[in-house]
Structures are given as structure tokens and as C-alpha cells.
């Protein structure tokens, strides 16, 4: 055995030693002194070679990996996988995933298809394309050097990527987790200091510069999972510029070389997205294998329902709304229907229908430190209700900022209901006269609940009465007519203003 692997494994037995208490990860001298079988946070074997025996520069670069690892590991932690606003895990957390599932995303001489607005709820992303379902285990034994793992808003991405990020993580291969979130760089920099000085702060210069050099001398121990990539700023153009590891350049530029496999070619790339945004990229850029994330199954639902709820809540939901506890499969929508009947609004009251439990959410977005609208959440409201219906009416679920702003919205001040995205499409005249900035509503059901609204309360009258007659009861509504239905029998003793008397007569009637 090397006297590099004796000692580096001070430095790592503290490291995977910190992981192991959330990742079930079994690390002890016995193991590190051997050829280490390590099980992962979802109780996978893997098992790993002894590296070989090197020079005592290498030793630094080793140590000096630990190093780095430790603070990344415990930013991680920190971080924690699941963040329910408001709400505390009642118990431990237990390890659900959405349904997993390969497909075939790029098809030769066709361009994928773009997201459109669909109101089928039930139906899973690209179901018609699934090659095979995966489970969690099978994404770490990965052959293919750079995968895509794309899913809805609020369908687990982000805490997929942080499970993977610890699953991953072993005594010999080195696994980094990075939000594009959090490195959108404005000026030119090093490959070295986006993933290492700039994401872990704090450490000395020689720390940074062994453990890059043990990185690129290294790459097939090295794993990058990089998570959002719709937030990142920018779009990888046709063409890339190679470049050398210590070249400083654009960010989109290093993001460049790492797609294509000229930088750290033999490591493995995982990037988690929203599907817009990795629809056009340039052919050498472009994954391997796709993931696409369903929902959760049915009894993970309730097993994570359950971590963070009552019996009652559950049992109520289970025979009071179907739609809602269909909803729930979401984790997105799990998070908020639970935080909705835990911490109810004052003035909406019970959430327990889908048409309460959005008003509750929009109510409560009045306290979020990102809602920064100067008017009221009223005259907010009936802004984003244009919007929504004249987006779900020409079967869009994506907003250009000038339609955001011709309809008096500014896209800076509502962060919790719209997801700002970057245009990664090809056609020139789509970035030339509609701008690389883009938006979603944050969840489809948002559009719909905000469609029924105006429909409900801000569409004239002879308008509504034609709407009603052509359009309401076909099948692209179908969803807005549910929650259509809902304002009317939730309100129904109630004086309100707007459609009311004759929406609900005519939908009596129908």
C-alpha cells in the first residue's frame, strides 16, 4: 500500500466520516486501509481500486483535496435536502425520489419539443418518449460521462442532486455540488476559481492550487453536479472556443469546455434542469443519456407527507380532494399544501380545496422577503390574472419580460411566483427581439388558478358569456373549469363581484 494513501487518509476519515452521519455512508480504518467497499446514502455497494502509489507533491494535492471536501460537504449539510417554509420534519426524513425515467430526448434530425401548456396534470414529462423507469441505484453505477436530469418546476431536481452529491462521495472519488444560482459571474475568470476559491471561500492559496492539480491529474475520480442549469445567465452558442484549465474567460465559456468534454474529459457531468433549457444546445454539447423526473409514487407521497404532517391532515385530504392529494405527488405542491393548512391565512381560512389553498398561498406571499411589489397583493393579483389567462389561452406556459411589463408587472419584484429563465434556443430573432430573459409561472397550476380568477372576477361580462359557451368546456380548459367551479361553490353565500351569478347559473346548468 502507498504511503500517498496512508496518509491522505487522515485528511479523508474526517471528511467521509462528517458525510457518513446523513449519508449511512460506513467509513472505519478497516475500510480505508483496504480496498473500501462503501455504501451509499441509498444503501448501494460500490466498490473503488486503491489509487496508486505517487510522488509527496501528490500527498499536498491529496490532503489538500480533503480539505476542500470537508468545507464543501458541510455547506451541504447545511443546506439540508428538503426546506419546508415554516414547517419542521416531524420526524426523520425518509429517502423518496420521484419516479425516474430515461428517454429519448434528442432525436437525429429532430429538434425536441419545446414545453407547451398541457392540462393534463396526471400525464408524466415526455411519457411518450421513456426508454426504460430507473431507480435512484441505478444513476450511480452510470457508464456515460455526462447525463441530464430535467423535471417541472418543484419536481425534486434540486434534492436529487444533493442525494446524488452524497451518494457519489467515497474515499477515492471526489463529488462537487453547484447551484447555477449561485455562480452567475460577470467577469472573467479560472475554471479553479468557479468551482474552488469562489465556492469555497476561506482557505489558503497552496489549498486551491494542490487540489486543482489533483483534480486535473485525477478527472476520472472527479464528479460535477451542476444544478440548475435554466438559471444560469447565459447560452452556449454553436461554436466553443477551447481553452486551457487556467485561461480566464467568460463563465459561459468554462461551461462551454466542461459540456463538450475538453476539461476534465473523463470525469462524469450530471446537470439537473427544466427541459426549455437544455432543448437547443450545440450537438457536441449536449448529454449523453436524459433523466426525466416524475412524480412521487403513491406511497412515497405519504411517507413524506407524513415527516412533516399529521394523520388527520392526511386522511382529510385522502377523502375530502382527490385533486388535491394528486397534487401532492408534486413535491413542490406537497410543501405548499401542507405549509397552507398548517399556518392557514386569516382571511382565506381552511385550505382544504385547490382554489383555497392557492388564495392562501398568494395571501401569504405578501410576508416573503422576495415579494417586493409596491402595490397591493390585489392589484398584483389582477395584473398576473391578464397574464395568465392570455397565456393559457394561446397554449404558453412562458412569458417574455416585455409581456410581463406591458401587462404593469415587473419581473424583479415577484420571485416567488414567477422562475426567471435565460433563452437557450438557436433562432437568432427569438433572443434579437424578445430578449434572452424569459419567465414561468412557478408552477403550472399557479397559471391555471390565476386563469380561473379573471375568468371568475375580471372578464367582462359579454366576453365571459361568449367564453362560457365556446370555449370553457373544452378539454384545454378543463383544469381552469375546475377551479372555476371552485371560487363559485366556495363563494357561493357570499356577495362577490364580477361573473358570478352568471357563471354559476350557466355552469348549473351545463
Known sequence: MSKLFKISNKALKSVMTEQSTSSNVNIDDAVLNQSPVIKDAENVTINYTQPPSTSSSDEDDWDAVGTIMKEHNSRLENEGDFQFQGVSAKTEIPPVHPVISEIVFYEKDKDPADEEYDPDDNKELYSNKIITQVQFQDLLK?????????????SGKTVLSKKLTKAFSSSHRVCIHIKFMDINNKQPLTLRKLFLDNMIPGQDEKVYENAFNWLKKNDEKLILVLDGFDQAQYTLDENCTKINYDDWVPEKQLIHNLFIKHLFPNSLLVVTSRPHAVLYLPEPARPQ?????????????KELFLAFADEDLWRKINTTSSQMLSMCRNPLMLQMIISSNIDPSEDIGDASTPTRLFATVMNNLTYSRNFQFTETMDKLARKLQVLAFAATKHGKVV??????RDGGVDPATIHDIVVQLHCHRRPINSRLFEGNTKFFFCHQTFQEHLTASYVVYGMPVEEFQDFVETSLFQKHWIVVKRFVCGFLFDLESKAVSGNYEFCFTTIHNK
Open 399 to 404: 412569458l417574455t419580460a416585455k409581456e410581463l
Open 142 to 154: 452510470l457508464e456515460s460521462k455526462f447525463i441530464s436530469i430535467i423535471g417541472r418546476a418543484g
Open 289 to 301: 443519456v436524459t433523466y426525466a423526473l416524475g412524480d412521487l409514487s403513491f406511497e412515497d407521497t
